[in-house]
């Protein structure tokens, strides 16, 4: 475990030295470094640290890759901008250019992968590894435990032909409202867990620093959030996978993930104190959920998901278009001042955004009547 460690260690000082460089970069200033300027300096910095040149350069180069796919995803408004990685928390790395006979079952319960300069790693197969897998990730968390994930892009499911358009609203007491009425619920935290972890968070609290005991609280806590995000995983498989089969083409809103993650955890150079608390907790949840759920569709769905810019879809009347903040008359009632239209708020937005409508702001200040009988802007984009 040792030499995986290592592995890890060297992924993330690669990682941090990437970090640091794009730290400093500001508009205006020369471009940061992309990942073939990048890709060069690793070479120098592996002439000059041994211990650097004794790790796997290809380990170290797909950090600085998945560093790069980082810093896009961040462009693109659908991740949080690459943080600093710490020893101990964020322990990993990736392996890509996978052949088929480096994945080996053992027995009905292990296998074995191979990871370049450490060797034959023994795993429990707990679920398929994937056919036509080409890269795997090694993490250890929080727990101390090793994972190791197969990585395959999903095949595309055929769409069913039905001409069918689903629209697809994210929310925070409803994970997702769709077009149809549906109303979906990711499992977040369940009573039990919450208080489990409130338990636990307060008895870390009094650990000293560097104990023993601090460590066995730490990894408690970690076991709790990952069989969550287990759970949220699970969700997004079959959520995504329903969807791409019943509807033709599917749309999403457009949204600022990173405002949504900010509100809940604070900035990323700042992170909130109330992660803790039942709100926080779940929106971030949530707010990962959305994202790996749009991903996931984008793959499954290859080619049929639109992302339409969504501004005022909570406050428009799906029925009739008008648009007042009066429509919403609570978190979960939405009832039309003009047409009198009555339906969940969330599946009322989720309707609208079926029907790939977006307002300007312009638009929603015009006069009323103005306002009403405008015909639906189509504003989508290809993903
Ligand atoms: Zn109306």
């Given at each position: 475990?040792a030499?995986?460690?290592e592995?890890?260690?060297?992924?993330?000082?690669v990682?941090n030295?990437?970090c640091e460089?794009?730290?400093?970069w500001r508009p205006?200033?020369?471009?940061a470094?992309?990942?073939?300027?990048?890709?060069?300096?690793?070479?120098e910095?592996?002439?000059e640290f041994a211990?650097?040149?004794?790790?796997?350069?290809t380990?170290?180069?797909?950090?600085?890759r998945?560093?790069?796919?980082?810093?896009s995803?961040?462009?693109?408004?659908?991740h949080r901008r690459p943080s600093?990685?710490?020893?101990?928390r964020d322990e990993?790395?990736?392996?890509?250019g996978?052949k088929?006979?480096h994945?080996?079952?053992?027995?009905?319960r292990?296998?074995?992968?191979l990871?370049?300069?450490?060797?034959?790693?023994?795993?429990?197969?707990?679920?398929a590894?994937p056919?036509?897998?080409k890269?795997y990730?090694?993490t250890?968390?929080?727990?101390?435990?090793w994972?190791?994930?197969?990585?395959?892009?999903p095949d595309?499911i055929p769409?069913?032909?039905?001409g069918q358009t689903?629209?697809?609203d994210?929310g925070?007491?409803v994970?997702?409202a769709?077009?149809?009425?549906?109303?979906?619920?990711?499992a977040?935290?369940?009573?039990?867990?919450?208080?489990?972890?409130r338990?636990?968070?307060?008895r870390?609290?009094r650990c000293?620093?560097?104990?023993?005991?601090?460590?066995?609280?730490?990894?408690?806590?970690?076991r709790?959030?990952?069989?969550?995000?287990?759970?949220?995983?699970?969700?997004?498989?079959?959520i995504?996978?329903?969807?791409?089969?019943?509807?033709d083409?599917?749309?999403v809103e457009?949204?600022d993930?990173r405002?949504?993650?900010?509100?809940?955890k604070?900035?990323?150079?700042r992170?909130?104190?109330?992660?803790?608390q039942k709100?926080?907790?779940?929106r971030g949840?949530?707010?990962?959920?959305?994202?790996?759920?749009?991903a996931?569709?984008?793959?499954?769905?290859?080619?049929?998901?639109r992302?339409?810019?969504a501004?005022?879809t909570?406050?428009?009347?799906?029925?009739?278009?008008?648009?007042a903040p009066?429509n919403?008359?609570?978190?979960?009632?939405?009832?039309?001042?003009?047409c009198?239209?009555?339906?969940?708020?969330?599946?009322n937005?989720?309707?609208n955004i079926?029907?790939g409508?977006?307002?300007t702001?312009?638009?929603?200040?015009q006069?009323?009547?103005?306002a009403?009988?405008r015909?639906?802007?189509l504003?989508?984009s290809?993903?």
């Open positions: 475990m030499e995986l460690l592995h890890c260690a060297q992924a993330r000082f990682w030295l990437a460089q794009h730290a400093h205006g200033r020369a471009a470094p992309g990942y073939n300027e990048q890709a060069r300096q690793l070479t910095a592996r002439a211990w650097l040149r004794a790790g796997s350069v380990v170290q180069q797909q950090a600085l998945d560093f790069a796919h980082a810093m995803s961040f462009f693109r408004g659908i600093w990685r710490k020893a101990g990993g790395f990736r392996q890509v996978v088929p006979e994945v080996q079952r053992l027995n009905r292990y296998g074995r992968v990871v370049p300069k450490v060797g034959w790693v023994r795993f429990r197969w707990s679920r590894v056919e036509g897998v890269s990730r090694v250890c968390d929080r727990a101390g435990r994972h190791v994930a197969f990585a395959a892009i595309p769409g069913p032909g039905n689903v629209g697809l994210r925070i007491a994970s997702a769709l077009s149809t009425g549906e109303l979906l619920v990711v977040g935290f369940s009573q039990g867990e919450r208080r489990r972890l338990r636990l968070q307060r870390l609290a000293a620093r560097g104990s023993n005991r601090r460590a066995r609280v730490k990894a408690a806590i970690a709790v959030k990952a069989r969550v995000t287990e759970r949220r995983k699970d969700w997004v498989e079959k995504s996978t329903d969807l791409a089969r019943r509807f083409l599917i749309r457009d949204l993930i405002g949504m993650t900010r509100s809940a604070g900035t990323v150079e992170p909130g104190r109330n992660v803790g709100a926080g907790l779940n949840i949530l707010a990962n959920g959305w994202g790996l759920l749009v996931r569709l984008q793959h499954k769905a290859a080619g049929r998901v992302k339409v810019r501004a005022y909570s406050q428009q009347c799906s029925a009739c278009g008008h648009i009066e919403r008359q609570s978190q979960a009632v939405f009832r039309c001042v003009a009198g239209f009555a339906c969940h708020a969330d599946v937005a989720a309707r079926a029907a409508r977006a307002v702001a312009r638009g929603a200040l006069p009323l009547g103005g009403v009988n015909e639906p802007h504003a989508t290809a993903p």
